[in-house]
């Protein structure tokens, strides 16, 4: 995964960067049970990219 500079990534980037089907990172948004809890700004969900590091590191949150 290309390190941005923006601490928040948006939902799609993180499918890519777990290599996860968009559906399951929008069923951990909506439903929880994710290993990682998203960021909601106003309707929007955007995602710590720190926390979709150490993911992508072996650990979660």
Do not use: C, Y
């Not at 923006?6 to 980037?13: I, R, T």
């Not at 290993?35 to 969900?45: C, E, L, Y």
């Not at 955007?46 to 979709?52: G, H, I, K």
């Amino acid at each position: 995964m290309s390190t941005g500079s923006h601490p928040l990534m948006k939902s799609h980037e993180v499918a890519e960067a777990l290599r996860l089907a968009h559906a399951t990172i929008r069923s951990w948004s909506a439903h929880g049970g994710g290993p990682i809890k998203p960021v909601k700004i106003g309707s929007r969900v955007f995602w710590n990219r720190e926390d979709v590091e150490r993911l992508l590191a072996g650990g979660a949150q």
